[in-house]
Nanobody
């Protein structure tokens, strides 16, 4: 079973930074796009960012544009989400996903999620 394993969450003060990692061994970029979702308590899942190396797409939610950066290290099959200038409203469980073929595709795999808490 091909799995996604996130790491890097934690507690950070407003204005701080965190980098989330998502190990995705065996999930090739020719087949999958990779997206980060988040879910705050009592709210729906929100797609934060997506990248497809197959067609060069990189998307960000308006709420994180200019603060978050998605990237991938192909040598290590790892996807990253660099989060800067964090705000309390960024507090959520962040999950890495693999989407079929493009950022418009359906989610084929979910990671277990990692908690990000932004608080002073």
């Amino acid at each position: 079973q091909l799995q996604l394993v996130e790491s890097g969450g934690g507690l950070v003060q407003p204005g701080g930074s965190l980098r989330l990692s998502c190990a995705a061994p065996g999930l090739g970029v020719e087949t999958f796009a990779f997206a980060w979702f988040r879910q705050a308590p009592g709210k729906e899942h929100e797609e934060v960012s997506c990248m497809s190396m197959r067609d060069g797409t990189i998307n960000y939610a308006d709420s994180v544009k200019g603060r978050f950066t998605i990237s991938r290290d192909n040598a290590n099959d790892t996807v990253y989400l660099q989060m800067d200038n964090l705000k309390p409203e960024d507090t959520a469980i962040y999950s890495c996903t693999a989407k079929l073929f493009s950022c418009s595709g359906g989610v084929a795999r979910w990671g277990q999620g990692t908690q990000v808490t932004v608080s002073s």
